[in-house]
C-alpha cells in the first residue's frame, strides 16, 4: 500500500489556474502518516448496510496529527479502502517533497446501494457467439479447433483460470456466459447436425450474421449441453457463483428449417424453449451456480423459472421491464441500451449492398442503439427511479455492457474509461444524482490516476474548465 500511494505520480497542475500555489510549502511543518491501522471484524458498524450485507462497506478516519485507521467487515471491504485511500494523495511537484494529502482530517464512511456490481465488482465475459467460438473445452476440442477465427484467438483453458484468479485477487467475480439456444451458429463448425438455420441468407433469420440456433428438439442437443457445460461449469464454479446462460434474440423463423420442429409458431416452440432451459438450469443448480438470463426469457417466451433466477434487463429504457420482471418475483439485474451500452453511437458493421434499393445502410449511418452514452448520460441514468422504494430489493445491481463488433485490443481502454466509472459510482451511491461540477472534477481527477497506471482514459473535461473552476457552468 505504501508503494502505491507514494508511486501514484499524480501532480494536479491542471486543475489549478497557471502559476497558482496549489501545494503545501515544502519549509512548513508536516504531519506523517507514520502507520496505516486495519482493523477487520465482521461486527463492525459501517453505517447504513441494511441492504445487504457489510462486505464491502469501509470506513476510514485521518487524523490532524497523522493517524490513520480503516475499518472494514471483510478483505473485499479492505480493497475497496485502500483504493480510496490512495486516491486521497497527490505527489508535490519537488522530487524530494514526496506525497501529501490536503484532505487531512477526514471521516469516510462508504457502502454500496447493490450487491452486483457495486465498485465494479463483477466480470461478465460473452465467453462465445454466433461468429466465433474462441473457449476451449477440453472434453469438446472441436468446438474451439473448427469454431474460433484462428488456432492463435483460442482462449485456452489456462488463459480462463488465469482471467478469474487475477479478479479474485482484485475483489472481482468473473463468470462466463454461454449464450444458449440462440448465437450459436459456431457450434455448428464442429457439430453441424446441432444447429438449424445455418449457411443460409442471415436476414430473417438472425439479427447479426451469420444464422444459425440450437436444435430444440433433437435428442443429440441435450447430451452435448452436459458434456460442454459440466466441462466449463466445474472449472468456473472455483472462482465465481454465477453463470449466465444467454436466452436473447431468439429467432422463431429458424424453426421452421429445423427438421426436429418444422414451425415457427410460438404455441409449439415455447414448451421446447421452457424444456431447454430448464435443463441448462439444472446442470449449472448441479454446480452450485445461480443462473442469470436475459429479459426475453420471460417477457417474450414467458417462462416459468426458479425463483433465485436473476433476470436481466437491457432493452430500451428498461423501465417497464424491471417493473414487470419485479411482479413475477424474480431478482432482476439493470443495463439498458438507452443508458449503459458502451459500444452505441459508434456506427453498425453492416455495408451497403448496392443491388438493394430498400438497404436500411444510408446516412447518416446510425447504429440501432445510437447515439454515443457519454459520461454524463451515464451518470444520470436512474434505473429504479419508476420502482417503488419497497419494491427494490430484488434490484441485485447493474452492468455496463461493451459489446465486441466494433472493439478490439487496441482501441477497449478509450471505449471503457472514464464512462464506467461514473456508472460504477451509480451502483455504489449516486441513484438520481445530476451530474454537476464537483463530479466532473472528481472524475477527471480519477481519468488522470488511470493514466498514470497507463490506462488510456478517454478525456472528461477540457482543461482550461479545470484550471478555471466555475467557468464552465451555463
Not at 463448425?189 to 430473417?204: E, H, I, Q, R, S
Request: aromatic content about 10%; glycine content about 6%.
Amino acid at each position: 500500500m505504501k508503494h502505491n500511494v507514494l508511486d501514484q505520480g499524480f501532480v494536479p497542475r491542471k486543475f489549478h489556474p497557471r502559476g497558482a500555489q496549489f501545494e503545501p510549502a515544502t519549509h512548513n511543518v508536516k504531519h506523517y502518516i507514520e502507520r496505516l491501522v486495519i482493523d477487520e471484524d465482521p461486527q463492525n458498524n459501517l453505517g447504513s448496510t441494511e441492504r445487504h450485507d457489510k462486505s464491502e462497506a469501509y470506513t476510514i478516519e485521518i487524523s490532524e496529527d497523522g493517524g490513520a485507521l480503516i475499518k472494514i467487515a471483510s478483505p473485499l471491504g479492505g480493497l475497496h479502502a485502500l483504493e480510496t485511500f490512495a486516491q486521497l494523495f497527490f505527489a508535490h511537484s519537488s522530487p524530494s517533497a514526496g506525497s501529501y494529502t490536503p484532505y487531512a482530517p477526514l471521516s469516510i464512511k462508504d457502502s454500496p446501494v447493490f450487491e452486483h456490481p457495486n465498485k465494479l465488482n463483477r466480470l461478465h465475459i460473452h465467453a462465445s457467439d454466433a461468429q466465433s467460438w474462441p473457449l476451449e473445452i477440453p472434453s469438446l476440442p472441436d468446438l474451439a479447433m473448427k469454431g474460433a477465427y484462428s488456432h492463435a484467438q483460442i482462449w485456452r483453458t489456462e488463459d480462463l483460470e488465469a482471467v478469474q484468479l487475477h479478479g479474485t485477487y482484485y475483489g472481482v467475480q468473473v463468470f462466463t456466459e454461454i449464450d444458449l439456444p440462440g448465437h450459436t451458429t459456431s457450434i455448428g463448425n464442429a457439430y453441424p447436425y446441432l444447429v438449424t438455420a445455418k449457411d443460409v441468407p442471415w436476414p430473417g433469420y438472425a439479427l447479426e450474421p451469420p444464422s444459425g440456433q440450437l436444435r430444440l428438439n433433437s435428442s443429440e442437443v441435450p447430451p452435448f449441453i452436459q458434456t460442454l457445460l459440466d466441462d466449463l461449469l466445474s472449472r468456473t464454479s472455483r472462482h465465481s457463483s454465477l453463470f449466465h446462460l444467454g436466452g436473447d434474440e431468439l429467432n422463431m423463423n429458424a424453426y421452421r428449417l429445423d427438421p426436429t420442429v418444422n414451425s415457427s409458431s410460438y404455441q409449439i416452440l415455447q414448451p421446447l424453449v421452457q424444456a431447454f432451459i430448464n435443463h441448462v438450469i439444472s446442470i449449472a443448480t448441479a454446480h452450485s451456480l445461480t443462473v442469470i438470463m436475459w429479459e426475453e426469457m420471460v417477457l417474450d417466451w414467458n417462462l416459468t423459472l426458479p425463483q433465485d433466477v436473476i433476470i436481466q434487463t437491457w432493452r430500451g429504457s428498461d423501465d417497464d421491464a424491471l417493473g414487470t420482471i419485479l411482479n413475477k418475483g424474480y431478482k432482476t439485474l439493470f443495463g439498458s441500451n438507452a443508458h449503459w451500452y458502451l459500444d452505441c453511437g459508434h456506427g453498425y458493421f453492416v455495408d451497403l449492398e448496392p443491388s438493394n434499393p430498400d438497404s436500411p445502410v444510408r446516412p447518416p449511418y446510425i447504429d440501432y442503439c445510437s447515439p454515443y452514452k457519454n459520461w454524463r448520460h451515464m451518470y444520470a441514468y436512474d434505473p429504479v427511479a419508476n420502482v417503488p422504494q419497497s419494491q427494490r430489493h430484488p434490484v441485485v445491481g447493474g452492468e455496463v455492457h461493451l459489446w465486441g463488433e466494433l472493439t478490439d485490443s487496441v482501441n477497449l481502454d478509450g471505449m471503457l474509461w472514464p464512462r464506467v466509472a461514473a456508472a460504477a459510482e451509480v451502483m455504489w451511491s449516486a441513484l438520481g444524482t445530476k451530474p454537476d461540477e464537483s463530479i466532473t472534477r472528481r472524475l477527471a481527477d480519477m481519468r488522470e490516476r488511470l493514466v498514470m497506471r497507463g490506462i488510456r482514459a478517454g478525456v472528461v473535461q477540457m482543461e482550461w474548465c479545470l484550471r478555471h473552476k466555475g467557468g464552465c457552468r451555463l
